[in-house]
C-alpha cells in the first residue's frame, strides 16, 4: 500500500472532522475539531480542542455529540486556534468525510480572522463520503458508524471530532485498496466524468489510472475488500435423471419428510406437521383448479410449504408457468437468494426461475452510452458526482437491477438522472438494443418467457394488470405470499398523481427554451438541418415551430393553474393547526368544481384542450416522420421512440386530468395533496379506482386455473371472510375456494407473556411513563428492546425523554428517521444486543430480528388506520351506504391484521423468549378489545403500574 499511496501523492495526508452547532457555516460555530496526519497509511501526529461557541449548543446537536454547554464553557474560541490549525495542514493533501460540510465551516472561520482561503482552490481535497458510494456502492449506508462496521474498522465513538476523523482516514485508506480492483478505462471514465468541474476526485482518479497502466499485475492485499456477490435473477436446474415424472402429492410430502429430502440439504432440520399440511393443501389446489388462502403461523415454514411443490409442479408440468408474489424487497431477496437456489439446486428439482422486476428498475445501456457521450447535455458540472457510482457499479452488476446500487440511489439528484437511462418503452426489448442484446431487461425478459416459475413484488403484479398483461408471459397459476398487503398496493399502484412538477418535466423533454436549449424538438431541428426534401422540410419546421409554442404556453398555463389551486386551498386551511404545519394536507374530494370552484374547473377544461391541441400536432408529426424515420440511423430511431412515449405521456395527462377535474366520486377516489410550506408552493392532484374487489377479481383472478394467498395474518375474528371480501376472491365461486389456518409451532405459553400496562391514577400520561420505563427496563435487564408507535410525533417525544438517560448508562437509542434506511437501523439493532430502538410503521411489519437481540416489545397504540385518508373515508362511506358499521367492518379488522404483524415480530424462533406490553389502555377498557386478545395466541395480563410490571418482567425473565 506504501507504493500506492506515494504514486498518488498521499504518502502524508490530514484527516478532519468538525462538530458544529447547526448546519449553517454562517450562522453556526464550531465547537470541536480535530486534524490527524497520517504518513505511510499510518497516524502519526494529532491536534484536536472542544471550542466555545457564539451561543448555547442546542439540545439536539447535545444529543448527538454528548459535547455539552458546560463541556466548552471555558474554551477558546475556534479563531484562537486557527494559527496552529494552518502550521498543522501544511501543505498536505486534506482528507474528510462530507468533508464539503467541514470545509465550508473552515472556509468561513478562516475568513472571519482575515485569513486568505485561495490556498484551499489548489488543495487537493477528498471525500470518504463520495469515495465510498462510488466504489462500496453496495453498501446499505454511508455514514461513519456503518461503513466502519461493514470495512472491519476498530470505532466506537462517533460524532466527536477526533475519532470520526481518525475514522474517515481508516476508511479512505480502505477505499483505495477498493480502487485497486478496477481496470484503467474504468478509472479513467471516473476522471473524464469530472472534467471540467472543481471536484478534486478527477485528480485522484487519473493518477490510479496511471498506476494501474503502469502495472502488469497490480499488486493488492485487499482484494476481498469488494464484500460484494453480484446477485443474479436466472436460476435454472437441469436435471435428466429427476425422480418423480409426473405430479403426485406424496412426491411433494416425502421430499419433507424423507431422510433424502429437504433434511439432507438443511442442517438440523425440522419435520414440522403444520408445514406438511400446508403443502399438502397446495398441491389440492393445483391439482383441482382451486383458490386457496392459508393463514400460516410464525415458524410454519410457508416459503418451503409453497416453493416445494411450485417447484415439483414445475418441474413436472413443463408447459406451465407459476407467478410468486411478494410485498416486501427483504422476503424477495429471501425467496430468490436462499430459498429458491436451495429447493432447485440442492434437491435437483429440473425448473428455472427467474426474478423480474418493473421496466423503470433496469439501466438501459443505449441511453447510459448516449447519456455518457454526450454530458453537457444530460447532466450540469454540479451533478456529475452522481454518476460515478454507475461507472463502478457497471463492471459487476449481472442484472443491471439500480436497487443493488445503493450509492447512487443516496444521491442528490439521483432521481433526475436515472429518468434519462433506465429502461423505457421502445428500447432494451426492441432492436434499438440489440448493441447490447437487450440490455439488461431485454434479457431477463427473455428469459421470462422460458422460466417455470417468476418471482416479482406485489407492484409489477398490479402493474402488469394495467398493461393487459404485457409484461408477465402467460400464466395459470399465482402464489400471493404477504398477501394481507395485497389491497393496500393495488390502490397504491392504480394511484395517480398531478403536479406542475411532473407536467413540466414531461413538457420540458418536449422543448426547454434553456439555456442551453433542449428536449426532443432540438433534436428535431437537427433532423430538419439533413438531407430532406424541401416541402417535408418546411412542414417539419411549421409542426416544430407549433409544439414548442404550445409546450412553452402550457408550461405557463399549467403553473398559474396549480398555483391559483395551491392559494384557493392555502388560503382555507387553519395555520394555527400544528397537524397542517407539519404534515400538510391530504382531503379527499368527489366534485372538482365543488371543490375548487367554477373558476378553476373553467381553467382546467381549457388546459385539457390545450393538451388535446399539443397531442394532436404530436401525432400529426409523428404521421409525417413515419417513413422518414425507417430511412434514418440509430440516433433517428431514437427520437422517433421518444417521440412516440412523449405522445403516450402526453395522452395519459388528458386522461388523468379528465378523470379529476371531470368525474365523480362514484368510481374513483380523488384527493389533493398540499404541502405545508409556502416557499415551496405545492399541491397535486390524485385519484385511484375504487372498488378494487371487482378490478382484481376480473384483470387477476378471473382466467387463473388455481392461486395461493398466504400470511402470518389473514383471519379476523376467526375467519376469512373479510380478506376474501376485500380481495374479490369470492366472487370466483365458493366450490373453489378453500382456506386453512396453521397454528405457529412455536409455545407461546412458555416463550412468552403479554401484559396490558395501565398507569395509576395520579400519574400525568401514559408516555411520561413509557419514557420511565424504558429507561427503568435498561437499568434492570439491559434487554433489546423494540418500541412501534403508530406517530412520529409520539415517537418523537418519548425519544426526548430517554435518549439523555439511555445514552449515559452507555445504552444506544436507535431512531427511525428520513436519513437512515430501516436496513441499516436494525443492522446496528442486532449488533448492540441492549439497544433501544423506536419504530414507525415500518417496522410493525417484514422484520426479523432472531435470538437475544429482541427481547422486549413495546406496543404503543393500537394501530388503527388514519379516519381521514381518502381511501378509508371513501371504503367507510360504502360500507354505511350499505348498512354496515364501519367501525366493525373495516378500522377493527385492518387493525387486527396490523396488530397481529406488530406482535409477531418477537418470536422468530424456538428459542426466542421475550415479552409485548401494550401500553394502549383501550383493549382493557373498550368493547372492541376482546377481539384483539382474541386474536392473540396468550392471555391477556393487566398490570398497574411501573414497579408491577418490572416485577413481573423480571419474573419472567428469570
Known amino acids: 500500500m506504501n507504493e500506492v499511496l506515494k504514486f498518488l501523492g498521499l504518502e502524508e495526508f490530514v484527516s478532519v472532522d468538525v462538530e458544529t452547532t447547526g448546519l449553517l457555516a454562517e450562522k453556526e460555530s464550531i465547537i470541536e475539531y480535530a486534524f490527524v496526519r497520517y504518513k505511510g497509511g499510518k497516524p502519526q501526529e494529532k491536534i484536536s480542542a472542544l471550542c466555545r461557541p457564539e451561543k448555547p449548543i442546542p439540545l439536539e446537536i447535545q444529543e448527538i455529540t454528548g459535547i455539552t454547554n458546560e463541556m466548552v464553557k471555558d474554551k477558546k474560541h475556534f479563531k484562537k486556534h486557527i494559527p496552529d490549525i494552518l502550521d498543522f495542514i501544511g501543505d498536505c493533501p486534506i482528507v474528510g468525510h462530507n468533508v464539503s460540510f467541514d470545509m465550508r465551516f473552515l472556509r468561513n472561520q478562516f475568513q472571519i480572522a482575515g485569513v486568505n482561503t485561495s490556498f484551499l482552490k489548489e488543495r487537493e481535497i477528498y471525500d470518504t463520503l463520495l469515495l465510498s458510494r462510488a466504489f462500496l456502492f453496495y453498501l446499505p449506508n454511508f455514514n461513519l458508524a456503518s ?48 472534467e471540467g468541474t472543481f471536484d478534486n476526485h478527477r485528480y485522484l482518479f487519473t493518477k490510479m489510472a496511471d498506476f494501474i497502466a503502469t502495472k502488469d499485475n497490480v499488486p493488492n492485499s485487499h482484494a476481498d475488500m469488494l464484500k460484494w456477490e453480484p446477485p443474479l435473477n436466472v436460476i435454472e436446474q437441469r436435471n435428466n435423471q429427476w425422480k418423480y415424472a409426473e405430479f403426485k402429492v406424496q412426491n411433494v410430502v416425502s421430499i419433507f419428510s424423507e431422510d433424502l429430502g429437504i433434511k439432507s440439504i438443511v442442517p438440523n432440520f425440522e419435520e414440522r406437521k403444520e408445514q406438511i399440511e400446508m403443502a399438502r393443501f397446495i398441491c389440492d389446489a393445483f391439482e383441482n383448479n382451486k383458490f386457496t388462502v392459508i393463514e400460516a403461523g410464525t415458524g410454519v415454514g410457508k416459503s418451503l410449504a409453497y416453493l416445494i411443490p411450485s417447484s415439483v409442479w414445475s418441474g413436472t408440468q413443463q408447459d406451465t408457468k407459476i407467478v410468486i408474489a411478494c410485498n416486501t424487497k427483504t422476503l424477495q431477496g429471501q425467496l430468490f437468494n436462499k430459498d429458491i437456489p436451495l429447493v432447485l439446486k440442492g434437491l435437483g428439482i429440473p425448473s428455472k426461475a427467474v426474478l423480474l422486476k418493473g421496466r423503470k428498475n433496469y439501466i438501459c445501456l443505449t441511453r447510459w452510452n448516449r447519456l455518457l457521450n454526450d454530458l453537457p447535455r444530460y447532466v450540469g458540472h454540479h451533478d456529475r458526482a452522481t454518476i460515478l457510482p454507475i461507472i463502478t457499479w457497471l463492471k459487476w452488476t449481472k442484472t443491471g437491477d439500480i436497487s443493488e446500487n445503493c450509492g447512487f440511489n443516496s444521491m442528490d439528484g439521483g432521481g433526475r438522472i436515472w429518468k434519462e437511462i433506465c429502461s423505457i418503452p421502445g428500447y432494451c426489448t426492441t432492436p434499438v438494443c ?93 433532423i430538419c438541418d439533413s438531407n430532406l426534401e424541401d416541402d417535408l422540410e418546411k412542414n417539419l419546421i411549421k409542426f416544430v415551430d407549433d409544439v414548442e409554442e404550445v409546450v412553452e404556453r402550457l408550461k405557463t398555463d399549467y403553473a398559474q393553474f396549480f398555483e391559483d389551486l395551491y392559494q384557493y386551498k392555502f388560503a382555507r386551511v387553519d395555520l394555527l393547526n400544528n397537524n397542517f404545519m407539519q404534515y400538510g394536507e391530504k382531503k379527499r374530494f368527489t366534485s372538482f368544481i365543488d371543490e375548487f370552484g367554477e373558476r378553476n374547473y373553467k381553467r382546467s377544461l381549457s388546459l385539457i384542450e390545450d393538451s388535446k391541441y399539443l397531442l394532436n400536432k ?104 373479510y380478506f376474501l371480501n376485500r380481495t374479490g376472491i369470492n366472487f370466483i365461486g365458493k366450490e373453489r375456494i378453500e382456506t386453512l389456518a ?72 436507535l431512531v427511525q428517521t428520513k436519513g437512515l434506511s430501516r436496513d441499516v437501523l436494525l443492522e446496528r439493532f442486532r449488533e448492540k444486543k441492549s439497544s433501544v430502538l423506536l419504530g414507525t410503521e415500518s417496522f410493525w411489519e417484514g422484520i426479523d430480528v432472531v435470538g437475544d437481540a429482541l427481547q422486549i416489545l413495546i406496543i404503543h ?98
Open 618 to 721: 404530436m401525432t400529426e408529426l409523428y404521421t409525417l416522420l413515419t417513413i422518414e424515420f425507417e430511412e434514418m440511423g440509430r440516433e433517428e430511431i431514437e427520437t422517433e421512440i421518444e417521440l412516440k412515449n412523449l405522445i403516450d405521456e402526453i395522452g395519459d395527462l388528458i386522461v388523468s386530468m379528465k378523470a379529476v377535474c371531470e368525474g365523480s366520486g362514484s368510481e374513483i377516489v380523488m384527493w389533493y395533496n398540499l404541502k405545508s410550506n409556502p416557499k415551496e408552493r405545492y399541491i397535486s392532484l390524485n385519484f385511484t379506482r375504487f372498488n378494487i374487489e371487482n378490478y382484481l377479481y376480473e384483470k387477476l383472478f378471473n382466467n387463473l386455473s388455481s392461486a395461493v394467498f398466504t400470511s402470518a395474518t389473514m383471519k379476523v375474528n376467526d375467519g376469512f371472510e
Open 147 to 194: 461503513l466502519s462496521s461493514q470495512l472491519g474498522i476498530d470505532a466506537t465513538e462517533f460524532h466527536r471530532a477526533e475519532g470520526d476523523a481518525r475514522t474517515c482516514a481508516e476508511i479512505f485508506i480502505k477505499i483505495l485498496s477498493v480502487m485497486l480492483l478496477y481496470d484503467y478505462e474504468v478509472l479513467n471514465t471516473l476522471s473524464y466524468v469530472l
Open 861 to 958: 397504540k393500537l394501530p388503527f388506520d388514519i379516519p381521514s385518508d381518502p381511501i378509508v373515508q371513501a371504503y367507510c362511506e360504502k360500507l354505511q351506504n350499505s348498512g354496515k358499521n364501519y367501525f366493525l367492518h373495516y378500522f377493527i379488522p385492518e387493525a387486527i391484521i396490523k396488530f397481529r404483524q406488530g406482535f409477531g415480530r418477537l418470536i422468530r424462533s424456538k428459542g426466542d423468549t421475550g415479552v409485548v406490553i401494550n401500553f394502549d389502555t383501550r383493549i382493557d377498557t373498550k368493547y372492541y378489545g376482546r377481539h384483539f386478545k382474541r386474536a392473540l395466541p396468550v392471555p391477556v395480563e393487566k398490570v398497574i403500574g411501573i414497579d408491577k410490571i418490572v416485577k413481573e418482567v423480571g419474573i419472567f425473565f428469570e
Open 434 to 526: 440489440s448493441k447490447y442484446d437487450g440490455c439488461y431487461l431485454g434479457k431477463i425478459r427473455r428469459e421470462a418467457r422460458n422460466a417455470n416459475m417468476i418471482i416479482v413484488n406485489h407492484s409489477l403484479l398490479i402493474s402488469d394488470t394495467l398493461t393487459e398483461k404485457k409484461v408477465l408471459p402467460e400464466y395459470s397459476v399465482l402464489i400471493v405470499d404477504e398477501a394481507h398487503n395485497l389491497v393496500k398496493n393495488t390502490y397504491e399502484n392504480l394511484a395517480v398523481e398531478i403536479s406542475f412538477p411532473m407536467v413540466k418535466a414531461t413538457l420540458d423533454r418536449i422543448y426547454k427554451t434553456g439555456p442551453p436549449k433542449s428536449g426532443l424538438m432540438t433534436r428535431m431541428r437537427k
Open 742 to 813: 396453521l397454528k405457529s409451532p412455536f409455545d407461546y405459553s412458555k416463550q412468552l407473556r403479554f401484559y396490558s400496562y395501565h398507569k395509576r391514577e395520579n400519574r400525568p400520561n401514559l408516555d411520561i411513563d413509557l419514557a420511565e420505563l424504558l429507561i427503568e427496563f435498561s437499568k434492570t435487564f439491559r434487554k433489546g428492546t423494540l418500541v412501534l408507535f403508530t406517530s412520529f410525533d409520539a415517537m418523537y417525544s418519548v425519544y426526548r425523554k430517554i435518549n439523555e438517560a439511555l445514552n449515559s448508562m452507555g445504552i444506544e437509542v
